[in-house]
């Protein structure tokens, strides 16, 4: 079955470049995203990457995508105390729902 | 406002009562999910809809059940067998069975604690 792995927590200062990573094992992926999950709430889609990339910026987010190792970064320029939250990125197989990471919790320090 | 909409927010049961979470969308999607969330273990799938009155066991649904009678609704029951129901639940809908790029969309979350 699929497999998605993420680091539990993430420390940047404020200013900032914040890089979290996931790994995944299914390498069928048409989509793979990342969400953003502020404390109490849903989630929210951040930003995604269609399989046949390899990088994709929007604003501050960057994704990197590396199908032969099957890893996923997002990278947030500039970090900011509003980007404070959990952060998952998940993958699309295409068969029934998205598998979801564990999760990395960005912390970020003034 | 187009969205999906969960309800309670909080919920407390007591062991041995069924209780049911309500989610409701109005963005016309076909597909309907239930995930519950525990603390550093990710979102994991309970039940799935892609179609009015079918629906599909995810990787968790023992000790749940769903209905889908209508396209904008999705109720999913905690029902008493099942054995650590305390957990933030999550509902989303994805128009994936029109081709689009299979973003999903969430509500706000159901937070059940039982007591």
């Known amino acids: 079955g699929e497999d998605v792995e993420q680091s539990l927590f993430l420390s940047v200062r404020e200013g900032d470049s914040s890089v979290i990573n996931c790994t995944y094992t299914?390498?069928?992926?048409?989509?793979l995203y990342w969400y953003k999950q502020e404390p109490g709430a849903g989630l929210q889609l951040l930003t995604y990457i269609f399989s046949n990339m390899d990088m994709k910026q929007d604003q501050r987010l960057t994704v990197l995508l590396n199908k032969k190792d099957k890893h996923l970064s997002l990278r947030i320029a500039d970090t900011q105390t509003g980007d404070s939250a959990i952060y998952f990125c998940a993958i699309d197989t295409g068969r029934r729902a998205l598998t979801f990471g564990s999760g990395t919790r960005l912390q970020v320090q003034p | 406002d187009g969205g999906i909409t969960q309800s309670p927010k909080y919920l407390f049961r007591k062991e041995g009562q069924n209780v049911t979470l309500s989610c409701e969308q109005n963005?016309?999607?076909?597909?309907m999910y239930w995930y519950r969330q525990d603390p550093g273990q990710g979102l994991r799938l309970i039940y799935y809809?892609?179609?009015?009155?079918?629906?599909q066991k995810g990787d968790i649904a023992e000790g749940y059940s769903v209905s889908r009678e209508k396209k904008e609704s999705f109720p999913l029951t905690v029902t008493s067998a099942q054995k650590n129901p305390t957990a933030f639940y999550l509902c989303?809908?994805?128009?994936?069975?029109?081709?689009?790029?299979?973003?999903?969309?969430f509500g706000e979350g159901s937070r059940l604690t039982v007591l």
């Open positions: 989303a809908s994805s128009g994936l069975a029109g081709g689009e790029t299979g973003e999903l969309f």
């Open positions: 963005l016309n999607h076909d597909a």
């Open positions: 809809s892609q179609i009015v009155n079918d629906f």
């Open positions: 299914d390498s069928s992926s048409t989509y």
